[in-house]
């Protein structure tokens, strides 16, 4: 099994999860988050003020998969949150030991 972790734009959410939901993934866990890349921000002005914006708000979306889906999700993933511009954001893929539903106590893929 593999969680997969993608940190992507605020007004792509819905059209990741729609792709997603297209793809057969069934659950999902959804974070507002802060953070940064490369870019270290932006600037910008209020009331004639420029300022530094060094965390740019993001989402977190985590789902977990079973291995040989893997590469179907990751393209949905991609192709549903690219825009081609800087901070489109990044997903990130670790492997996963166990999965355990509580109400059941079902494991492994069963659980997911």
Known sequence: MKKIEAII???KLEEVKTALTE???QGMTVTEVRGHGRQKGHTEMYRGTEYKVDLVPKMKIEIV????????VL???????????????????????????????????EAI
């Open 23 to 25: 793809h057969g993934v």
């Open 9 to 11: 734009r605020h007004f």
């Open 65 to 72: 998969v079973p291995e040989e889906r893997l590469a179907e």
């Open 75 to 109: 393209d949905a993933v991609v192709q549903s949150a690219r825009t081609g511009q800087v901070g489109d954001g990044k997903i990130f893929v670790s492997d996963l030991t166990e999965v355990v539903r509580i109400r059941t106590g079902e494991s492994g893929k």
